[in-house]
Nanobody, 120 residues
Framework: QVQLVESGGGLVQAGGSLRLSCAAS????????MGWYRQAPGKQRELVAT???????NYADSVKGRFTISRDNAKNTVYLQMNSLKPEDTGVYYC??????????????WGQGTQVTVSS
């Protein structure tokens, strides 16, 4: 069993910053790509940023230059530094991991989500 637990969400004014963390735990053998997705009210879940095991990154156009994704492989943790936040960044942010365990082949795991609210 694998668990992904997010933290770091909250309420911030436009222009402010937040840092999200997501720690994976359980019978982990390897973690390949990890990423952050978000879902605004009434909208579909969308990709924010991903980071491969080799640290190559990919960002949604809407967050390029403002958000930075990073990971600490020793801690099985992925981070999302969010700067210059805008009201349109508001939503529930979900962590995702492509994980292989000692008992199963690779599959996607999701965290429970953390709320980010940016006030204007």
């Amino acid at each position: 069993q694998v668990q992904l637990v997010e933290s770091g969400g909250g309420l911030v004014q436009a222009g402010g910053s937040l840092r999200l963390s997501c720690a994976a735990s359980g019978s982990i053998l390897t973690i390949n790509a990890m990423g952050w997705y978000r879902q605004a009210p009434g909208k579909q879940r969308e990709l924010v940023a991903t980071i491969a095991s080799g640290a190559s990154t990919n960002y949604a156009d809407s967050v390029k230059g403002r958000f930075t994704i990073s990971r600490d492989n020793a801690k099985n943790t992925v981070y999302l530094q969010m700067n210059s936040l805008k009201p349109e960044d508001t939503g529930v942010y979900y962590c995702n991991g492509d994980v292989r365990t000692w008992l199963t082949s690779r599959r996607d795991y999701w965290g429970q989500g953390t709320q980010v609210t940016v006030s204007s």
